[in-house]
């Protein structure tokens, strides 16, 4: 599995979502890593920011989205009339 599945498998674990530091305990992949590959990711969004617990500055809580199996490919008008796009 690459770094990227199995940060996303980590979060689809976690509803909720993960800080990086938490990504990279719950995954076993190093911090540099999981801070490299996830903002690389399409799917891995920033849903909230958790206030610190001392001195740290706010961290980022990420989330993964959930890709519908049957997404519709998208659709331009042409004269008025929607066409599927190829």
Same mark, same amino acid.
């Given at each position: 599995?690459?770094?990227?599945?199995?940060?996303?498998?980590?979060?689809?674990?976690?509803?909720?979502?993960?800080?990086?530091?938490?990504?990279?305990?719950?995954?076993?992949?190093?911090?540099?890593?999981?801070?490299?590959?996830?903002?690389?990711?399409?799917?891995?969004?920033?849903?909230?920011?958790?206030?610190?617990?001392?001195?740290?500055?706010?961290?980022? @809580?990420?989330?993964? @989205?959930?890709?519908?199996?049957?997404?519709?490919?998208?659709?331009?008008?042409?004269?008025?009339?929607?066409?599927?796009?190829?």
């Amino acid at each position: 599995m690459t770094t990227a599945e199995i940060i996303r498998a980590t979060l689809r674990k976690h509803n909720d979502g993960l800080t990086l530091v938490e990504i990279a305990e719950q995954s076993g992949s190093p911090y540099r890593n999981v801070h490299r590959v996830i903002k690389n990711m399409a799917d891995a969004y920033i849903d909230r920011w958790q206030s610190p617990a001392s001195s740290f500055p706010y961290q980022a @809580v990420w989330c993964v @989205v959930e890709v519908p199996e049957n997404c519709p490919h998208p659709t331009k008008e042409k004269n008025g009339k929607r066409t599927e796009s190829i």
